[in-house]
Structure formats: structure tokens, C-alpha cells
């Protein structure tokens, strides 16, 4: 089967390399990080403000590579702000890996997906993200992440 015509600009690289993590919405990252090791039977692996985006965040780092974020509005992160108030703590989204954030931006707003983001930002851990609206990705905040430094 010739899958010619149905090839992707990023054809040549997968567009995704990979899940980079999950973010979990908490109203304090004091309370909820012992809760997470508890359950995980992991320790913290890092902590940080993302002063950019007023939030605060606490990775645990998973044995296949990926992480489970937790993330806290820290005065201002409306959007995170009003998803505690709207729905309480919960799963916020779904961050995967890409080579470049920008390009990948880019390609998939010229198919048509509507992002958040019309250039990266500054993310956790010296990354570059850019987030993806849920009406274009099934109803899931889908957020593309390229490393920077190494994690940790």
C-alpha cells in the first residue's frame, strides 16, 4: 500500500518521539507531593516555579522516561486558577515530546489545528512548549515539549 499521499510534512522523523508527561492540576504542591510518593513508591526528582507561566511544578520521573507533573498556580496562572475552580484537582494534560517545538507548531497550524500557542514559551526545565487547544486534540489540552537540558 502506498501511503505517498498520506504523508505527513514530518515524514521523514516521527512527529512525536515520545510521551514526556503527565500534569495533574493540584491546589498545593505541599500536599499533594507526599500523597504522589506514596502512591508511586518514587521520590521527588525535581521542583520548580516556571516564573513565566506562574505555576509551580514538582516532576516525579517515571523508569520508561516519562513523568508525572504536578502543577500548582502560583499568583496570576488564570487558566490553571479557573480549572480548580471549575472541576477541582484532576488531570490538566498531556505533554509529548517532540525535536522542534516550533516546527512541529507550525505544521500542524497549517493543517488546521488550533493552538494555544503561536510560538513556543519557556517551559519546566529549561524546555520549550507550546499547548495545543482540546477542539482540535479530542478534548485534551495536548501541550509539545522540546527538551533543553536534561531532565532533572
Do not use: W, Y
Request: glycine letters at 12%.
Amino acid at each position: 500500500m502506498d501511503d505517498t499521499k498520506n504523508a505527513s510534512p514530518t515524514a521523514n522523523r516521527p512527529a512525536v518521539e515520545g510521551l514526556d508527561h503527565i500534569a495533574i492540576c493540584v491546589e498545593s504542591l505541599d500536599a499533594a507531593i507526599p500523597l504522589f510518593e506514596r502512591l508511586l513508591g518514587l521520590k521527588l526528582a525535581h521542583r520548580e516555579l516556571v516564573e513565566s507561566q506562574k505555576t509551580e511544578a514538582a516532576f516525579f520521573d517515571l523508569p520508561n522516561g516519562a513523568s508525572l507533573e504536578l502543577i500548582a498556580p502560583k499568583g496570576g496562572n488564570a487558566g490553571l486558577e479557573k480549572f480548580l475552580q471549575k472541576r477541582g484537582p484532576g488531570l490538566h494534560h498531556v505533554a509529548l515530546h517532540v525535536g522542534g517545538v516550533d516546527s512541529r507548531l507550525a505544521e500542524l497550524r497549517r493543517e488546521g489545528v488550533e493552538a494555544i500557542d503561536q510560538a513556543a514559551r519557556p517551559g519546566a526545565r529549561g524546555h520549550k512548549v507550546a499547548f495545543l487547544h482540546p477542539k482540535s486534540a479530542g478534548g485534551v489540552l495536548i501541550e509539545l515539549v522540546e527538551h533543553g537540558r536534561k531532565k532533572g
